[in-house]
């Protein structure tokens, strides 16, 4: 007896690979509104951060550096990619972004609560101190996504319809 596949048999493991690939490659089609929301909630995280490691009312070891937990809410800002030290462009934006809010800069303060950094010169004082949620919209062709920054506990929320 011959060990040999038939002629049907590779008919079937030709269709059966075919499949698999067309499904494999559905699954690695580019997202751009989800990439443009990542950079831009990297961006508020990474400010986040730095304002919880800052403390802007202790002044006992010199200059306080203000801008330090703030971020430009203006939309080329925000979309702006460019690495500081090279002034290259890292990566391109696709959607188009909106400030939903009325605050122009927001900042952080140590507990990651929200300020209005356009009220005081970025001082965090209690008389900017924001009681509404920010929001960031994006949208790329007919998708949109919404970045909301809650107040009090500076949790960053995005949402996708």
């Known amino acids: 007896m011959k060990k040999a596949l038939t002629l049907v048999e590779l008919i079937v493991v030709v269709i059966i690979i075919g499949i698999l690939s067309s499904v494999a490659l559905s699954s690695f089609k580019i997202n751009h509104l989800k990439d443009d929301v990542n950079i831009i909630f990297l961006k508020f995280a990474n400010v986040k951060y730095q304002a919880v490691g800052y403390d802007k009312g202790l002044n006992n070891r010199g200059s306080v550096t203000y801008a330090i937990g703030c971020i430009d809410l203006d939309t080329d800002k925000l979309k702006d990619t460019k690495n500081q030290k090279t002034q ?21 303060d140590t507990y990651g609560r929200t300020y209005d950094g356009g ?39 995005v949402i996708y319809w």
Do not use: E, M, R
């Open 88 to 108: 290259s462009q890292n990566y391109k934006f696709h959607s188009s972004v909106s400030n939903d809010s009325n605050v122009s800069i927001l900042c952080f």
């Open 119 to 157: 009220v005081d010169d970025n001082k965090t004082t209690l008389k900017s101190l924001l009681f509404q949620d920010v929001n960031i919209s994006l949208s790329y062709q007919s998708k949109k996504a919404k970045l909301s920054i809650q107040p009090q506990s500076g949790y960053i929320k």
